[in-house]
T-cell receptor, first 116, second 114 residues
Framework: AQKVTQAQTEISVVEKEDVTLDCVYETRDTTYYLFWYKQPPSGELVFLIRRNSFDEQNEISGRYSWNFQKSTSSFNFTITASQVVDSAVYFCALSEADNYGQNFVFGPGTRLSVLP | DSGVTQTPKHLITATGQRVTLRCSPRSGDLSVYWYQQSLDQGLQFLIQYYNGEERAKGNILERFSAQQFPDLHSELNLSSLELGDSALYFC?????????????FGPGTRLTVT
């Protein structure tokens, strides 16, 4: 069965610090997709990134970067030079379906607080 | 704004009652998903529809049911409500409903059962 673990329940950093949110997943499929979502205090869920299991290239988008390592089943998320607006709950998620019919599993989330 | 709309935003009802939550997907999206977010259970996938048909089922209780209509909006029906059903219910939509599709989430409906 698929599973996503986010061991860090809460993290607090001071503005401008770098922070890494860990995500470890379990799946028996060779084809799967990993996602990160952000849930700010306002409550909506915002899609950040998708990665498929065949693409292990790291990705950078502005201050955000993601490190996907199949060998350790991890898909970690780093925020560089954090800002107060980054304060949110961040969810890692896994989907191992084929073309249609998707069973999405979210991790428990990591609450990030960025202090001014 | 994700383009996904959900109504109502808040709902307060009593135990034993039945409620209906409504979701309109983004324009052009064929697939709709329902999730429940509670403090103790986290984000739980409930059910997915694609173009009117059920595609995947998660941890959805038998007291809950959903459907997707020809205009692609979806409704989640919750019956015989219990205190533990109090949660934030999200709807999401995606283009074709495949595993590779990112999902766009609505603002959620906060259900409080008293």
């Amino acid at each position: 069965a698929q599973k996503v673990t986010q061991a860090q329940t809460e993290i607090s950093v001071v503005e401008k610090e770098d922070v890494t949110l860990d995500c470890v997943y379990e799946t028996r499929d060779t084809t799967y997709y990993l996602f990160w979502y952000k849930q700010p205090p306002s409550g909506e869920l915002v899609f950040l990134i998708r990665r498929n299991s065949f693409d292990e290239q790291n990705e950078i988008s502005g201050r955000y970067s993601w490190n996907f390592q199949k060998s350790t089943s991890s898909f970690n998320f780093t925020i560089t030079a954090s800002q107060v607006v980054d304060s949110a709950v961040y969810f890692c998620a896994l989907s191992e379906a084929d073309n249609y019919g998707q069973n999405f599993v979210f991790g428990p989330g990591t609450r990030l607080s960025v202090l001014p | 704004d994700s383009g996904v709309t959900q109504t109502p935003k808040h709902l307060i009802t009593a135990t034993g009652q039945r409620v209906t939550l409504r979701c309109s997907p983004r324009s052009g999206d064929l697939s709709v998903y329902w999730y429940q977010q509670s403090l103790d259970q986290g984000l739980q996938f409930l059910i997915q529809y694609y173009n009117g048909e059920e595609r995947a089922k998660g941890n959805i209780l038998e007291r809950f049911s959903a459907q997707q209509f020809p205009d692609l909006h979806s409704e989640l029906n919750l019956s015989s409500l219990e205190l533990g059903d109090s949660a934030l219910y999200f709807c999401a939509s995606s283009g074709r409903g495949g595993a590779r599709d990112e999902q766009y989430f609505g603002p959620g409906t906060r259900l409080t059962v008293t």
